[in-house]
Nanobody
């Protein structure tokens, strides 16, 4: 099972899109999501999307700035991040959950993790 994401280094106010390609099994019936972990902090929920892409959920800290989407035909989930702030700096992990998108607001609901990708937002 592979969950691979790609991040980057940007300036405050910039935009960045994370992609996560999943392979090795069928995740099309899993909720997919993103978490992040800043240095010295616990891993926290960012966003989740249902298997059908009909439902999306966001942490309050990113609501209105980030957008999650998925393309099941390409086995890829995306996180569009706009108006980035230095406090968005973290390692971002894509994740898959069989518990559904609404329940995917805690790391304990995740069945599979991606390897993580660094996002750094400079001020």
């Amino acid at each position: 099972v592979q969950l691979q994401g790609w991040g980057g280094l940007v300036q405050a106010g910039d935009s960045l899109r994370l992609s996560c390609a999943y392979s090795g099994r069928t995740f099309n019936n899993y909720a997919m999501g993103w978490f992040r972990q800043a240095p010295g902090k616990e891993r926290e929920f960012v966003a989740a999307i249902s298997w059908s892409a009909r439902f999306t959920y966001y942490a309050d800290s990113v609501k209105g700035r980030f957008a999650i989407s998925r393309d099941n035909a390409k086995s890829t989930v995306y996180l569009q991040m706009n108006s980035l702030k230095p406090e968005d700096t973290a390692v971002y992990y894509c994740a898959a959950s069989a518990s559904g998108a609404q329940a995917m607001n805690t790391p304990s609901a995740v069945n599979y993790w991606g390897r993580g990708t660094q996002v750094t937002v400079s001020s």
